[in-house]
């Protein structure tokens, strides 16, 4: 049976590009245009899995993303580091000197820049997705319009790469997360586990915390500190850490439970860095 999995944006996404990695061409794609609309699915079972991006090497966190898996109880199955590839397409026999206007998501646009300083007979319009604008190009027939997108939007929808790799950081990559609401069975493979918590204002809870991680051998990837709504100055911590030994994550987990408020196992599951 197909897995149904959600998506922010379009088919030819990278958050599609995530999805066709961990469970191949068989799945039946849900396209939202917002990661609410994403985890609303999940929740009326419309879709099985949702694919999120969560963080950026350049743009930072996706914090909103941290509430949602964390509200709705969410759990993380998996994740992949994706390097984030822009590429300029568009129907065939054109050249960039035909090209009048590019229409891409803000932040693609943002981060193909310094390309288009030498492209100045170009417009930038900002539009809603990536994958979306190269879907529109070909099924309208658009000419004189490109798109900036993943390759793999030029392979579904038929488009013509006229210019590769035209961001101007060229390492650049977003990890994303496979989340879904039932709980998993924890298999043999998982090094690596989200926890959140919340800690008093008592001073060195943090680093208590952490010295316990240290001492069971956790190595921590990723901390993010969210304000808890109508507690001012009060934070919600949300932690990464990679392991080892599934024995020594289990006791740290132990003891932070007892030391900690509000905590959380919001997934264990294979790291997913090479």
């Known amino acids: 049976m197909k897995k149904t999995i959600a998506i922010q944006g379009a088919e030819g996404s990278n958050h599609h590009k995530v999805a066709r990695d961990f469970y191949g061409n068989n799945i039946q794609l849900k396209e939202c245009m917002s990661?609410?609309?994403?985890?609303d699915c999940l929740l009326d079972k419309t879709a099985n899995l949702g694919v999120m991006a969560?963080?950026?090497?350049i743009a930072?966190?996706?914090i909103p993303n941290y509430a949602l898996i964390d509200n709705n109880n969410l759990h993380i199955i998996g994740?992949?580091?994706?390097?984030?590839?822009h590429h300029l397409m568009c129907l065939e026999n054109q050249t960039i000197e035909d090209i009048k206007e590019v229409w891409s998501h803000p932040m693609a646009l943002l981060q193909c820049k310094e390309f288009f300083k030498n492209h100045s007979h170009?417009?930038?319009?900002?539009?809603?997705d990536t994958a979306e604008v190269a879907k529109r190009i070909s099924k309208e027939n658009l000419k004189g319009i490109a798109a900036i997108a993943p390759k793999i939007a030029a392979e579904i929808f038929d488009l013509t790469i006229i210019e590769d790799?035209?961001?101007t950081i060229k390492d650049n990559s977003t990890r994303f997360v496979i989340v879904q609401?039932?709980?998993?069975v924890i298999?043999?493979?998982v090094n690596k586990a989200s926890l959140k918590f919340q800690l008093n204002h008592k001073r060195g809870s943090l680093a208590a915390i952490l010295n316990v991680l240290s001492d069971c051998k956790m190595n921590l990837t990723k901390i993010q500190s969210l304000p808890v709504i109508e507690m001012p100055w009060k934070y919600s911590f949300f932690v990464d850490v990679t392991f080892d030994d599934y024995k020594e994550y289990e006791k740290a987990v132990a003891v932070i439970q007892i030391m900690a408020e509000e905590f959380k196992i919001l997934g264990t599951y294979k790291n997913g860095r090479k």
């Open 35 to 39: 990661f609410d609309v994403l985890v």
């Open 54 to 57: 969560l963080e950026n090497t």
């Open 60 to 62: 930072g966190s996706i």
């Open 79 to 85: 994740e992949e580091y994706l390097n984030i590839h």
């Open 122 to 128: 170009i417009k930038l319009v900002e539009d809603v």
């Open 165 to 167: 790799e035209i961001q």
């Open 181 to 184: 609401t039932d709980k998993p």
């Open 187 to 189: 298999n043999e493979e």
